[in-house]
C-alpha cells in the first residue's frame, strides 16, 4: 500500500516563506511525475508545480518566480519552497505522485491528505 505524508504547512504573515515536504512510502516499484495542487474555499482544485523524475519543471504562472519545486529520488520525496507568500495563496495543499506500486504494474496517480497553508495579510 502507498503513502503519501506531508509536512510544513501553517501560518505566516504575507510575504513570508513555508516548506512543503511531501514522502511516498511503502510498495513502490518507481515514482515518475511528483507535484503539487492547491484548493482554496470554493475553488476547484488546481496545479501549483509539477516535477518529472529527470526534474523538469512546470509552474503556474500565478507562482513563477516565487515557488520552487524539487525532488529527493532516493527518499520519494517532493518539496516545494513557497517565498514571498501571499493572502491569494492560502489553500490546502495536496502533493500527487504518479507512480508503478511494483514491477509489471500500471502507473497510478496517488495523492497526500492535503495540508493547510494560511497566509494572514
Known amino acids: 500500500q502507498v503513502q503519501l505524508v506531508e509536512s510544513g504547512g501553517g501560518l505566516v504573515q504575507a510575504g513570508g516563506s513555508l516548506r512543503l515536504s511531501c514522502a511516498a512510502s511503502g510498495s513502490i516499484f518507481i515514482v515518475n511525475d511528483m507535484g503539487w495542487y492547491r484548493q482554496a474555499p470554493g475553488k476547484q482544485r488546481e496545479l501549483v508545480a509539477e516535477?518529472?523524475?529527470?526534474?523538469?519543471?512546470n509552474y503556474a504562472d500565478s507562482v513563477k518566480g516565487r515557488f520552487t519545486i524539487s525532488r529527493d529520488n532516493a527518499k520519494n520525496t517532493v518539496y516545494l519552497q513557497m517565498n514571498s507568500l501571499e493572502p491569494e495563496d492560502t489553500a490546502v495543499y495536496y502533493c500527487?505522485?504518479?507512480?508503478?506500486?511494483?514491477?509489471?504494474?500500471?502507473?497510478?496517480?496517488?495523492w497526500g491528505q492535503g495540508t493547510q497553508v494560511t497566509v494572514s495579510s
Open positions: 516535477i518529472t523524475s529527470g526534474s523538469m519543471t
Open positions: 500527487q505522485a504518479d507512480l508503478r506500486p511494483y514491477l509489471g504494474s500500471s502507473q497510478r496517480r496517488y
